[in-house]
């Protein structure tokens, strides 16, 4: 996996409209791309931006859809990036990254073919107060000679920003695995180990969130990036024994949980997903995915307004999975938000 550090600014203009909140308290201004815009190898471009004044410890939820066609049949790496920069220019915080490779022009089996959509998440606080401006940065390489380049697709892609104080919100994100997987905090399943507990017993301190005495109930955010150990690639180390050829791919399961405790820091009240199983190509290499829950209760009889996160993945067959952690980026994470 490969990631950009340059920030070369180029904007396009973009259309501001307030929709209705669909996961933050209060209202999201959404600002959409208005023109197809190329980016290029090795080249960080920034595609839409919002500026914000704050105030210290003000935090907002960021959220970004990157949906791009390429100009090859060609395997190559797209990257969607949230950060956000005080008014130096410097990034602000940590930034999130979601990652997949796009497997061509010629690719018929995304909802519309061709084209590749990838959702990020980001909660930003403030540090100080002060103006920032959040941006979705577009990133794509290749191994093979960079003739190619992949296009922003106007209206579906887009940058989401709470207009509002997402007050007692909370950021999760998983330990270190770098990009070659040699990282001692890296999790690897279908390698002798069969499941994980993301934020749970992946090494994260498990954090227990309360929930604001004033809110009415909570909605969760996570976005969960694997990758797939073939026989091969750079991307996982000392699993050599478990991997099989390129084009075998992996089947994981997954379910995210938000569980509210009893006084006893016990299980009070189970929230959940179902249960989906993924199928995640070898040829994409990388898969982010998008997991929520809205809407859940708060449950006063608990004694508590503590809340766990945890997300399950179990390898069902395939080639083993890395479930990627924190480089310069935060590839997997999660957010709680108060709704009141």
Request: a negative charge; hydrophobic letters at 35%.
């Amino acid at each position: 996996m490969r990631k950009a550090f340059s920030m070369v600014v180029a904007m396009l203009l973009i259309v501001i409209a307030a929709d209705a909140a669909h996961a933050d308290t209060g209202t999201v201004t959404r600002a959409t791309l208005t023109n197809a815009n190329n980016f290029y190898p090795t080249v960080e471009e920034r595609l839409l931006a919002r500026t914000l004044t704050l105030a210290a410890g003000e935090s907002r939820h960021v959220r970004g859809r990157l949906q791009a066609t390429s100009s090859t049949t060609r395997n190559v790496a797209m990257n969607n990036t949230l950060k956000c920069v005080n008014s130096a220019g410097s990034v602000v915080g940590v930034t999130s990254t979601s990652s997949r490779n796009h497997e061509g022009s010629d690719t018929t089996y995304y909802a519309t073919p061709g084209h590749l959509p990838i959702y990020a998440d980001l909660l930003f606080t403030a540090p100080s107060a002060g103006t920032y401006t959040c941006g979705l940065y577009a990133y794509t390489a290749s191994s093979s000679p960079d003739s190619y380049y992949l296009t922003a697709v106007a209206t579906d892609t887009w940058l989401e920003v709470s207009d509002t104080d997402q007050v007692g919100a909370h950021w999760w994100q998983n330990p270190t695995c770098n990009s070659t997987g040699t990282s001692s905090t890296c999790t690897y399943i279908g390698a002798g180990t069969s499941t994980a507990w993301v934020f749970y017993n992946d090494g994260t301190p498990v954090y227990k969130w309360n929930a604001d005495a004033n809110a009415t109930s909570v909605q969760a955010l996570a976005t969960l990036e694997l990758t797939t150990c073939y026989a091969g690639t750079a991307s996982c180390t000392g699993v050599d024994a478990y991997e099989k050829p390129l084009g075998t791919n992996s089947v994981v399961d997954i379910r995210f949980e938000v569980i509210q405790l009893d006084t006893t820091a016990h299980t009070c009240r189970m929230n959940s997903t179902t249960t989906s199983r993924k199928t995640i190509r070898d040829d994409a290499h990388h898969y982010p995915a998008s997991l929520s829950l809205s809407g859940i209760p708060i449950d006063p009889t608990c004694g508590t307004r503590n809340f766990l996160m945890r997300i399950f993945v179990q390898h069902i067959s395939g080639n083993p999975i890395k479930i990627d952690g924190m480089q310069s980026t935060s590839l997997t994470n999660g957010i709680a938000m108060n709704i009141f």
